[in-house]
């Protein structure tokens, strides 16, 4: 059974920082692009940032440039995927999913239909 599961979410004041983690099981992810996704309450599921198979490419979601960063683990049998969230805003409260399998292209990244598989997500809530 395939599965993505998040952890590191949270509370955590504005200027804050979390790292959010994406473990993968089930079948190797060593060659797909994953991605972060987040949902705030009322609004559609938005993309975040994506990391290309081997880690040397990079998309994000103008929102967070600057402030977060992808990275990933591609050990033997299981990747691990990070966003490291720095300068967190009110904005940036909302639940975070992890995502892989999109094609490496800007436009498939950012789209949710493109993605073959889905965690069930970690909740961040910044406080003012």
């Known amino acids: 059974q395939v599965q993505l599961v998040e952890s590191g979410g949270g509370l955590v004041q504005a200027g804050g920082s979390l790292r959010l983690s994406c473990a993968s099981s089930?079948?190797?992810?060593?060659?797909?692009?994953m991605g972060w996704f987040r949902q705030a309450p009322g609004k559609e599921r938005e993309f975040v940032a994506a990391?290309?198979?081997?880690?040397?490419?990079?998309?994000?979601a103008d929102a967070v440039k600057g402030r977060f960063t992808v990275s990933r683990d591609n050990a033997k049998n299981s990747v691990t995927v990070y966003l490291q969230m720095n300068s967190l805003k009110p904005e940036d409260t909302a639940d975070y999913y992890c995502?892989?399998?999109?094609?490496?292209?800007?436009?498939?990244?950012?789209?949710?239909?493109?993605?073959?598989?889905w965690g069930q997500g970690t909740q961040v809530t910044v406080s003012s």
């Open positions: 995502a892989a399998g999109a094609p490496w292209l800007a436009s498939s990244v950012r789209s949710t239909t493109e993605w073959d598989y």
């Open positions: 089930g079948r190797t992810f060593s060659l797909s692009t």
């Open positions: 990391i290309r198979w081997n880690g040397d490419g990079t998309y994000y």
